[in-house]
């Protein structure tokens, strides 16, 4: 290639001196023809790899089933490879042109050389989001944190480009810089500690499995709630339930606590856990007119008769003395409140009855005596999760006075 060059830039000089020019004219006069082909002959280049590179490709890729060469051409590969094949020449094509001219041989070379490098990276940038694209849109590795990878990889290419531009620039060896650079490492550590931070936590998180874009989580310290849209190299973006975007750095994930929803949205139901406050002073012994009236609601009226008739066994085999309610076993009030709650959960058509259903008496707290419902909906939408809660609570606190019990609430007003 250095001998066509040599043909195509060399052949001007001597028809110049020819025609009776000094040297100094001849050689300043081919100088500028020799520019003008250089700049004409690059363009020609440049055109004629953009229709190969651009165009073609275009074409090719229509006609082929993967989609990485579409994602090669929107994100502007071919057309990044094209700027770089007539800058190449042009690189090569300098120090024949500039011969005689070792100072601005030195300067343009060294300007071509650093825009050559930098315009490699960015085209292996170009690959790499490609890649990335097109890993994401797998479903296997949708949710993995794939632009951490992509920017730590970016990062290293980015040190040894910054490397090979400095060589070149003030013409210290490779090898030189690099032992510098060994030297200075405490103060590139310094400087880069939230990427290195945020690339340790991002292997952390890929290992563990501990967040996924897709997932719901909450972290209180940063005001997220939401969905995670994207994981890189030092934040990872929340979009909470009221559209705001929260940002949290990737370190954060492994140093601090947060509650991933992930495990709920997978399993058959998520959970409603509520409590509601029992006023102590109404709980007491049912007697024979209150089991009357209470064997009225259909969805314990079988429990009332079967349960009554083995405690009046149990009492009359022991000679239990029942002038008195406290004496032998009775039923209560807040005990037949909560059958009839777990029998109401257990005939709810939006509980899955394959998992807990329980109505459970809490420790007793100086408001009251706390009944707790812990179920899981068989739908995990949040809206219809609310309204399945709401409307258990609906009937729970409605049918507390058919049992002359009382929900606690304080005063409104203090005398």
Known sequence: MLKLLEKIFNFLYPIFRDWGMSRNVASYTSLIFNIAILIALAYIIYYVAKFILVTLTAVFAQRTKTKFDDYLIQNKTTRYTAYLIPFFFIYKAVPVILDKYEYWE????????????????????????????????????????????????????????????????????????????????????????????????????????????????????????????????????????????????????????????????????????????????????LNDEDLHQLRKVQLITSYIDSRQAEIEKYNDLRGIDKTLSLNGRNMTNLGLFRKYIMQYLTDHPGLNKNMHIMCRQLQSTAHGVPLEIYVFSSDKRWANYEYIMADIFDHVMASVRYFDLEIFELPSTLN
């Open 106 to 285: 030195s300067i343009f070379g060294k300007i071509v050389g650093i825009y050559i490098v930098l315009l490699g990276l960015w085209i292996v940038r170009t690959v790499f989001n490609s890649l990335r694209d097109y890993l994401k849109q797998k479903p296997e590795y949708s949710d993995k944190p794939i632009d951490s990878f992509v920017q730590v990889i970016m990062i290293v290419l980015w040190i040894f480009g910054v490397a090979m531009i400095i060589s070149t620039l003030f013409g210290i060896k490779k090898g030189e810089l690099l032992t510098i650079l060994g030297t200075l490492s405490a103060i590139i550590i310094l400087i880069f500690r939230d990427t290195i931070l945020g690339f340790v936590s991002s292997v952390q998180v890929a290992i563990n499995d501990m967040v996924r874009i897709g997932d719901w989580i909450t972290m209180d310290k940063f005001g997220a709630d939401g969905d995670v849209i994207e994981i890189n190299l030092t934040t990872v973006k929340v979009r909470n339930f009221d559209n705001t975007i929260t940002t949290i750095p990737t370190y954060a994930l492994s140093s601090d606590s947060f509650q991933n929803w992930r495990g709920m949205q997978k399993s058959d139901g998520r959970r409603i856990k509520r409590h509601v406050l029992i006023k102590s002073s109404t709980i007491r012994f």
